[in-house]
């Protein structure tokens, strides 16, 4: 399991930290960088599965280098800060963000995540397309193959994650689905913070599907269970 990883931090001792305690784990296609800007180049140069990314850094915000990474890149994404609040969590996963980890962390349960989302990756890339690879529902089609989706037509831009949950969600038309299944679905494990990361990712699918995403018709919430996509708008 040695993914390529990349380190961003403009704290020498913590990417010092981590790239010694990866290393002790069978790690080595590691690469660092101090600065978002040095970051986003070694992503595009690179090509890293997860990137291991600060929030404070020098030049750009680390917000922003998610959004920029975002544009090219589908790899996982593992926020690090010291800030803790809940509104900071949620910024972090809604610009495309995968984990958030608050500092000071345990570099064990650092390693552990890193494993996790490459596991994650293993098991998407291994799940075999359906026949034909296509998926309708009302207005939506959804290409496994070329991994596009579209509406009435018209191509749908996604994120790596919102096409993955918008998959499940089509796979399982007229099915609710939990947010704990969504999780474990699209990321690959269980985590205290799927509430706030579904919820998150659903507005924005929301944004993208519905005419109206205040009065959603195609993607509904059934309360107190979880989610449900209708093969067939009223």
Not at 52 to 76: A, H, N, Q, T, W
Not at 148 to 162: F, H, I, N, P, V
Not at 171 to 195: M, T
Request: one cysteine or more; proline letters at 3%.
């Amino acid at each position: 399991m040695d993914g390529r990883i990349l380190l961003v931090d403009d704290e020498k001792d913590i990417v010092d930290l981590l790239e010694n305690v990866l290393t002790e784990e069978g790690f080595s296609l590691i690469q660092k960088a101090y600065t978002g800007t040095e970051a986003i180049r070694l992503c595009r140069e690179y090509n890293p599965d997860i990137v291991i990314l600060d929030i404070m850094l020098p030049d750009l915000d680390g917000l922003e280098v998610c959004r920029k990474i975002r544009e090219f890149s589908y790899c996982s994404i593992l926020f690090l800060s010291s800030r803790n609040d809940d509104i900071d969590k949620i910024l972090g996963l809604a610009c495309g963000g995968d984990d958030y980890i608050t500092k000071p962390f345990s570099p064990r349960e650092m390693v552990y995540r890193v494993k996790a989302q490459l596991r994650r990756q293993q098991y998407q890339n291994a799940v075999p397309s359906h026949a034909g690879g296509l998926l309708t529902a009302g207005p939506l089609t959804l290409d496994e193959e070329s991994c596009r989706a579209y509406k009435d037509g018209q191509e749908l831009s996604l994120t790596g994650r919102e096409f993955l949950l918008l998959a499940c969600l089509m796979e399982n038309a007229d099915r609710i689905l939990s947010k704990e299944r969504l999780y474990e679905h699209v990321w690959g494990e269980y985590s205290s913070i799927c509430d706030n990361t579904i919820m998150v990712h659903i507005r924005h699918l929301r944004e993208k599907l519905e005419d109206n995403p205040s009065v959603p018709r195609l993607l509904i919430t059934v309360k107190g269970l979880g989610y449900k996509l209708k093969k067939k708008v009223d």
